[in-house]
């Protein structure tokens, strides 16, 4: 081919004028220079198609994954940080994060199809566990961090000691407004648990409002549309920072909330199966992550802070970090871990299909794939 597109070039579309004497009447003249070109450049094209060729054959493209987020928040930081700090990418991963507006949709996502993970917390995920379509692959927090935070305004007119034990706290809190991400969301959940452990009846002395994410309670609040909420952080010194409120009971406080396992990466079982090795590299990714957070919070606060945390200073950011970071570190689930779960669910609402479901290792939560990822 090559041949003939400089037999064309050189020898038939060149007038005679073009061609030298001396070429024109040598045998073969400028013909036979342009065989040489052709075959000298097909020899290295050749040559370089044989050198690149296992380069090629070996690279691979990163597996896309899409992942379903109910929230911004330091429960779900593992994930953001895992993506902008380019492990998910070290680890063959291209990670697709959608920010749902609270658990129930971001778990519908996930039951549909649309999405391949779930981060969230076991209050989504034990409503649907008997049916043993989705399984939880990893725990990414270990222990409840949810605080409660109430407006400066509410906390002067009820008069509340910030200095005095937490469950004499809660115990002025009846009458509060507390703004919710969705109707059902486990924020509200421990709303309900916060105001038992205080003493008051959460059916009577809390009215919930229903608001979407972070950012419109955190907006409520300022409006005076609400007195309080309860997230993780780092919301609360978000507000403490903007002058609208404190945390009034951090869960570091509590120790009951340290029992249990709160947010954890979920998958459906029919989708585990064919794409094993995918999951291991996730579970590895996001594995890498929280232990870079519980052991350095002050490098990966600037990490979060460049990406999806933008909207936190960084002071909060550290902050969250060494107040969280220790529930970051991957460790092995227990069947125990499962049992407090559930008390702790039953505590704030009673019975419910949450605290009755089987939790059977293997068919609701694994340890699979966090050994695989030690290897």
Known sequence: MLWGVFRRRHCEERSDEAISLHLRMTRGGDCFVASLLAMTAAGVLALLGLVAAPAGAQAQAPTRVSIALPVVAAVTMPIYYARDAGIFTKHGIDADLQLFRGGPPANAALLSGDVHFLVADPYEFLKVADSRRAIRVLTLVHGFTFDFVVSNDFIKKHDIDLKAAPKARLAR???????????????????????????????????????????????????????????????????????????????????????????????????????????TRVVQAVSEAGQYLAGHPGEAAQVLKNGAFAQNSLHDLELTLQTTGSTFRPRDDTAKDWQDTQDIFRQAGGASAITEAKIVEGETWTDRFVKAARK
Do not use: C, H
């Not at 509200?188 to 205080?198: D, P």
């Not at 002395?205 to 952080?233: R, T, Y």
């Not at 869960?251 to 029992?259: N, Q, R, W, Y």
């Open 173 to 279: 809190l009846k009458g509060i407004r507390v703004g919710n991400i969705a109707p059902g969301g486990t924020n509200e959940a421990f709303a309900r648990w916060y105001m038992r452990y205080g003493g008051l009846d959460p059916e009577k002395d809390i009215e919930n409002l229903n608001l979407g994410g972070v950012a419109q309670i955190i907006a409520a609040m300022k409006a005076g549309q609400i007195d309080g909420f309860v997230l993780s952080p780092p919301a609360g010194y978000t507000v403490d920072q903007l002058g609208l409120g404190k945390v009034l009971v951090s869960f570091t406080e509590v120790p009951e909330l340290s029992k249990g396992l709160f947010t954890g990466l979920q998958a459906r079982q029919d989708w585990i199966g064919p794409n094993a090795a995918t999951v």
